[in-house]
């Protein structure tokens, strides 16, 4: 049976000169699962998604979306598989040396968490590299998607987040921040570079992001999207202190070591 969502953002699906915005989602060697899913917001916000679901909204409503095509992009060969957590994975649709996803080709590089112990490969981090100095490309890196971003020395001098619990962590390794607000903010924004705490901190992100960015999305669809997805609530800072140690000790206590 084929699906209504069936290749919906792989190209872009508009016959009407409307705008395109063209996402990479990069993954040069594995991610977590959840930090990948905030991509779907922005499909959410799409011309091709609304279009599948025509019978449940309003012709106005799909006529003021954008146009998006979606590229997952990473180390292996177009139409291989890259890990994810929770026995998932992706399919690539680029390799990140394809002309399709060259910088300048890209209007968004969306970068999820990966293993922060993993290696990247030299040509993977030059073209993060390359993306991020380049003029109209904005980067949007997701919890532990800020030592890629690190490696490949996007952080230098930028005021940046990563995951609350890893500051110390992303100090030790030199990646030359302007500070480091991860401890007390969800996500921030420092020029093109734009960086989330943990995990679903990612949706948070997006939603910022498309709030900010009229030039891509129009405000009143950035809220109707928001509220179907439930998603861009809550607030930049956070509220209350984190509670790890607690919740480890407790653990620990619980098994009797």
Known sequence: MSSVFANVNKSSGATDGRQVIRIGVFIPADCQLLDAAGVDIFGSMSYEYLLAIQHLIPKAVIDSAPSMEIHYIGSVKAGESIPMTSNQSVVATNHYSDPEVAPGKLNIVYVPGPDPSANFPEGALEW???QGATEGVDILSVCTGIFLCGAAGLLNGKAVCGPRGMQEVIKEKGFGPKSMRGHELR?????NFWSSGGVTNGNDLVAAYARANPKYFPRALVELICEQLDVG??????LKEMAMEKHIGDIIAASGA
């Open 233 to 238: 609530d809550r607030p930049q800072e956070y």
């Open 128 to 130: 993060l590299r390359q």
């Open 187 to 191: 996500w921030i924004q420092d020029g």
